[in-house]
C-alpha cells in the first residue's frame, strides 16, 4: 500500500525567503507525482505533474524535482510572497487512484 | 466560469438522514472522481468514473452510491448518514482517466452530520 508523507506539517517564512517542502513515497513503482495547493474553504489546484521518467518540473517560481529511486519529491517556491501561503499536497498516482499526502501549511509572513 | 462545480458548499445534517451532493465539470472531460478529506486532512479516491460508467470503487460503504446521468455530472448519494461520514467531499475531473493527466478539484462540500 502506497503511504505519502509530507514533513513538515507546517512551516512559517518570511517574505522573500525560499520555501523547501518535502514528499516521501513508500512505493516507487508510480506513474507520476502532482503536487497540489490548498487553500481554505478551496478546492485544489494542480501546480507542477512531474511524470515518472522525469526528474523536475518548472512553472515560474516553482520547482518541483523528482527522485523515484529514493522515493522522493521537493517543490522549491523562490522568493516567497504572502500569497504563496497555504496548504501544499503532494500526490503520487501508481494507477488511476492518488495517493495524497497531508499536506504542509505554509504561512508567509509580510 | 467555474470548471468543477459541486453544490451544496456546506451541509449539516442529522444522522440517519440521506443527501446527495451534486458536481458538475464544464472543462469536456470523460472522467470524474469523488474524493474525501478527513479530518487529518488526507485525502482517499471513493469512486472514479469514466463516460458514465464505473470504474473506481474503493471499498466505499453501500450506503454512498454514486450516479452519473452524463459525462459531464456525477452526484454521490448517501442514505442514513452516520457521524463518521463527517468530511470534506471533493469531486474531480480529468481527461481521460490517463495516469499522465492534471487533475482539476471543485471546492468542496463539507458535511457535518450531527
Redesign the interface.
Known amino acids: 500500500k502506497q503511504e505519502v508523507t509530507q514533513i513538515p506539517a507546517a512551516l512559517s517564512v518570511p517574505e522573500g525567503e525560499n520555501l523547501v517542502l518535502n514528499c516521501s513515497f513508500t512505493d516507487s513503482a508510480i506513474?507520476?507525482l502532482?503536487w497540489?495547493r490548498q487553500d481554505p474553504?478551496?478546492?485544489?489546484?494542480?501546480l507542477l505533474?512531474i511524470?515518472s521518467s522525469q526528474r523536475e518540473q518548472t512553472s515560474g517560481r516553482l520547482n518541483a524535482s523528482l527522485d523515484k529511486s529514493s522515493g522522493r519529491s521537493t517543490l522549491y517556491i523562490a522568493a516567497s510572497q504572502p500569497g504563496d501561503s497555504a496548504?501544499y499536497?503532494c500526490?503520487v498516482?501508481p494507477?488511476?487512484?492518488?495517493s495524497?499526502?497531508?499536506?504542509t501549511t505554509v504561512t508567509v509572513r509580510a | 466560469d467555474t470548471a468543477?462545480s459541486q453544490t451544496p458548499k456546506y451541509l449539516v445534517t442529522q444522522m440517519g438522514n440521506d443527501k446527495s451532493i451534486k458536481c458538475e465539470q464544464n472543462l469536456g472531460h470523460d472522467t470524474m472522481y469523488w474524493y474525501k478529506q478527513d479530518s487529518?486532512?488526507?485525502?482517499?479516491?471513493m469512486f472514479?468514473y469514466n463516460n458514465k460508467e464505473l470504474?473506481?470503487n474503493?471499498t466505499v460503504p453501500n450506503r454512498f452510491s454514486p450516479k452519473s446521468p452524463d459525462k459531464a455530472h456525477l452526484n454521490l448519494h448517501i442514505n442514513s448518514l452516520e457521524l463518521g461520514d463527517s468530511a470534506v467531499y471533493?469531486c474531480?475531473s480529468s481527461l481521460s482517466?490517463a495516469?499522465?493527466?492534471?487533475?482539476?478539484?471543485?471546492?468542496?462540500t463539507q458535511l457535518s452530520v450531527l
Open positions: 506513474y507520476n502532482q497540489f474553504g478551496k478546492g485544489l489546484t494542480s505533474l511524470q496548504t499536497l500526490a498516482s494507477d488511476y487512484k492518488l495524497f499526502g497531508a499536506g | 468543477v487529518k486532512k488526507f485525502l482517499k479516491i472514479s470504474i473506481i474503493e471533493f474531480a482517466g495516469t499522465n493527466e492534471k487533475l482539476f478539484f471543485g471546492s468542496g
